[in-house]
């Protein structure tokens, strides 16, 4: 392994923009597979994917999630998806990660909501002295404004390991306006938020970013798709963006790496996380992002540790900024 690598894979490192669905190892969504219908199914999408355009391998994720969604059954299996993303993240030299996830029941409605967030959480604890982990509760583009009320009320009843709230799933569905007056108790509940910006090379949806930018986030995910005018506008009033390198080349088809808008902000040192949005689903980890990152761009190690020592102000659990800094100087004092 050459040096530069190594150095990426032990970098202590801070996930601020990672679905638990879609962390999923590939040996475990298999066999939870449960008929081979779907595993064909799967088989399909994967080989699909290779050949789609921005909206058909958007589609081809969210046919993923759906199937996945539909054979996680019960809450024994999320903490196992729970427990192996920890571990895995752990192995990756992750320090601090938020997970985000849509709360979901079971049986029914026999099993809550509530009980889905609590597994995750009890998850989490049980690896509190090896990875902090939060949680964030994502909100559904497909969901009603009363759902996604339900949705604020279980982050704030889960505070504070529930740090803050997410707007993710099909970006064809341009809900944002709708559920703006969630998005606003959340806010004034001192709450913070991250959106799901600018997936779609579409009219609708840059429309979308301009009321987007309005509200102002606490933090933009990806960012893909955007005007010079909403560019600068995220510039100037230095709204944090989470970018996820593989995913965001594989949805929005660039030839490679060096096409992608990191470089334009963090050439302007704007506030930036680096994250793997998916990284069972998309077969990436935050140590291989980092680096095909800094080999794309010909950043230098001491650049690396400078981004990843700002990325720890992004945290929405202020309390551990102090603790993921402190890791960081540490680990530069021995290399
Ligand atoms: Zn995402």
Redesign the pocket.
């Given at each position: 392994m050459d040096d530069l690598r190594r150095f990426c894979q032990l970098l202590p490192k801070i996930e601020l923009?990672a679905?638990l669905n879609g962390c999923i190892r590939t040996s475990t969504f298999r066999q939870l597979l449960s008929s081979t219908a779907d595993q064909l199914r799967l088989d399909a999408l994967d080989k699909e994917f290779q050949s789609g355009d921005t909206h058909a391998r958007m589609a081809n994720v969210f046919e993923k999630f759906a199937l996945l969604r539909s054979c996680v059954t019960n809450l024994d299996e999320i903490r196992r998806i729970t427990r192996e993303t920890l571990e895995d993240f752990i192995t990756d030299h992750i320090i601090y990660v938020e997970l985000r996830t849509r709360p979901r029941s079971f049986d029914n409605g026999a099993i809550p909501m509530s009980s889905y967030v609590e597994a995750i959480l009890e998850t989490m604890k049980q690896y509190e002295n090896q990875i902090c982990s939060r949680l964030i509760l994502s909100i559904d583009r497909t969901q009603t404004v009363d759902q996604a009320m339900e949705t604020l009320k279980l982050a704030e009843r889960y505070r504070p390991n529930v740090v803050g709230l997410d707007l993710?799933g099909d970006p064809n569905v341009k809900s944002f306006e709708h559920f703006l007056p969630v998005f606003n108790l959340a806010k004034q509940m001192n709450l913070s938020t991250t959106i799901?910006i600018g997936e779609l090379p579409d009219a609708e949806c840059l429309r979308e970013n301009d009321l987007i930018l309005d509200f102002k986030p606490s933090r933009l995910?990806?960012f893909n798709f955007r005007t010079n005018e909403q560019e600068q506008r995220v510039i100037k009033e230095q709204i944090p963006l989470e970018i996820?390198p593989t995913?965001n080349l594989l949805t929005m088809k660039l030839a490679n790496l060096t096409e992608h808008h990191f470089n334009l902000f963090h050439t302007r040192r704007h506030p930036l996380a680096i994250c793997t949005?998916?990284s069972g689903l998309m077969d990436c980890c935050l140590s291989s992002e980092i680096y095909d990152l800094v080999q794309s761009f010909r950043i230098t190690k001491e650049e690396i540790c400078e981004l990843m020592l700002q990325t720890c102000n992004l945290i929405f659990d202020k309390n551990q900024i102090d603790f993921c800094q402190t890791k960081l100087k540490e680990f530069l004092t021995n290399i």
């Open positions: 923009h679905h993710s799901h995910g990806h996820c995913s949005d998916d």
